[in-house]
Structure formats: structure tokens, C-alpha cells
Nanobody, 123 residues
């Protein structure tokens, strides 16, 4: 069992930056690949970014590539999402999730989820 708690969301203006954190407790954090997803009102949950167990490999949705950076600190059991140049269309609830699978960008492959943190970007 892995428990995930996100933090760092808030209300910002277009062009601003935010850094989300996701603290994990429970089983060995470094044994899980991690991902960030988001869900806007009336829309399906979508992939944002993912990172390998070691932190050496990452991938991003096209919509956030070159603006977002995912990272992890296995010593602190924490995964981060640095979000720069935010746009109003980035407004959503952001979730972190953990997977046992080696690699996946599909929500269905993630076994553990946090409760989400709201990010609102005003124009």
C-alpha cells in the first residue's frame, strides 16, 4: 500500500509558475514509477508527466512539454512537478499516482492515487 498526498496548488496568473509536491508513505517509494495527471471540469483525466523509478527517464504530454518538469527525490519519498509559463487551459485538479508497471502513461495502469490539488490559472 502506498499513500500519496499532493500539495502546492493554488491560484496564479497566466505566465506564473507553481511547483507541486507529492509525498509518499508506505512501501518502498523507489520501487514505483510515478506520474502526474490532471482533470478539468467536464473532461476526462489526462496524462501530464511520468518519471521512472530511478528518476532518469521522464516523458510529458505534448501540451506541457517544455513548460513542465517532473522530478523525484527517492531519499525524501517525494515527486515534484515544476510548472512554468502557466496558461488558463492548465487549470485542473492535479493528481499524482504510483505504478508498479515499468512504464505507462495510462491512468488505468496506476494503482495508487493522491486526493488531488487544485491549480487555477487566470488570464
Amino acid at each position: 500500500q502506498v499513500q500519496l498526498v499532493e500539495s502546492g496548488g493554488g491560484l496564479v496568473r497566466a505566465g506564473d509558475s507553481l511547483r507541486l509536491s507529492c509525498a509518499a508513505t508506505g512501501r518502498t517509494f523507489s520501487g514505483y514509477g510515478m506520474g502526474w495527471f490532471r482533470q478539468a471540469p467536464g473532461k476526462e483525466r489526462e496524462f501530464v508527466a511520468t518519471i521512472s523509478r530511478s528518476g532518469q527517464v521522464a516523458d510529458y504530454a505534448d501540451s506541457v512539454k517544455d513548460r513542465y518538469t517532473i522530478s523525484r527525490d527517492n531519499a525524501k519519498n517525494t515527486v515534484y512537478l515544476q510548472m512554468d509559463s502557466l496558461k488558463p487551459e492548465d487549470t485542473a485538479v492535479y493528481y499524482c499516482a504510483a505504478r508498479r508497471a515499468v512504464w505507462s502513461t495510462r491512468p488505468v495502469d496506476y494503482e495508487y492515487w493522491g486526493q488531488g490539488t487544485q491549480v487555477t490559472v487566470s488570464s
